[in-house]
């Protein structure tokens, strides 16, 4: 006996797919990666079997799960991204900043003391 309950798209090549059905004469909850590509097709060794003893304790870890909580991940992680290209840019502006020499004072522009001071009848 096996039933599908569904599937979920993990890359192109590759669904996690969940169901129950019969290993070794006992029923139970498989959950397993199933691979598409030239050289294998099938499950692979990714994946876990939960048993009937422990299903109903998988169903309630499952369901304590805050929707909320998952929907806070995605948010802080485009916060993290627009954080990190803030910094490179600044980095950037600053490197930019301090390379151009036509920008810096060069010694040769820097006035002598005696020009700085000078007599007040010679002004």
Do not use: C, H, W
Request: proline content about 4%; cysteine-free.
């Amino acid at each position: 006996m096996e039933k599908e309950l569904g599937k979920l798209k993990k890359n192109e090549t590759t669904e996690i797919i969940v169901r129950v059905d019969e290993y070794k004469g006992k029923k139970g909850l498989t959950i397993r990666e199933f691979v598409t590509s030239e050289k294998y097709t099938g499950f692979t060794k990714a994946g876990t079997r939960i048993s009937p003893e422990n299903f109903f304790q998988f169903r309630e870890m499952i369901n304590s799960i805050d929707s909320k909580e998952f929907m806070e991940v995605a948010p802080l992680k485009e916060k993290v991204k627009k954080e990190k290209k803030s910094k490179e840019k600044k980095e950037a502006n600053l490197e930019s900043s301090s390379s151009k020499e036509d920008e810096l004072i060069q010694p040769s522009e820097i006035p002598s003391k005696d020009e700085l001071i000078q007599p007040a009848e010679e002004q």
